[in-house]
């Protein structure tokens, strides 16, 4: 089997990657990209938005219902591996392969001497289904430190008052 061609000029992303200082931001946009399409080509990684290849970068609301559960699971792997659990023990608890993990959660998980690690902090914008007074309300939170049960219940007496108005 035989691989892609990745240029023009080079036949693969290792070529491409070695033919020059790769510090500009051009460079570091396609090493990105490269990263979570491997086997995209350089001209389609040139036209490519990040948010279209990981929904690790869109937002709570544009994902699809299935986006939303993988986003939720990934986020609940994320705090288990803060709890001192490795990646692939906590994905498998929560019914998620690493993959979908990986693709998830973005840059809030590193590889650091061979493991994956979590951020202490994160961006990734999960929603919290809240119940007052027969209602279900989602509210969609934008950070781990955001998601404490004080912070939801502060949101929950805001949304209370709007409500009530």
Not at 38 to 56: E, G, N, Q, W, Y
Not at 103 to 116: D, E, F, Q
Request: with cysteine; hydrophobic share 35%.
């Amino acid at each position: 089997m035989s691989r892609k061609i990745f240029s023009k000029d080079y036949q693969t992303y290792g070529e491409w990657l070695k033919a020059k200082p790769r510090d500009t931001r051009y460079a570091k946009e396609i090493i990105r990209k490269h990263n979570l399409n491997p086997s995209a080509k350089l001209s389609s990684l040139r036209k490519m938005r990040v948010s279209d290849i990981s929904p690790a970068f869109n937002s709570f609301n544009k994902l699809s219902p299935e986006e939303r559960e993988m986003r939720t699971r990934a986020s609940h792997t994320l705090n288990d591996m803060r709890k001192d659990k490795s990646l692939t023990s906590a994905a498998k608890e929560q019914g998620i392969n690493m993959q979908d993990v990986l693709k998830h959660l973005g840059k809030a998980i590193y590889k650091k001497n061979g493991r994956w690690v979590a951020t202490k902090t994160d961006s990734i914008g999960i929603g919290r289904w809240l119940y007052s007074n027969g209602k279900r309300i989602c509210v969609v939170i934008k950070s781990s430190k955001d998601a404490s049960l004080r912070t939801v219940l502060i949101v929950l007496e805001f949304l209370l008052l709007i409500l009530k108005q």
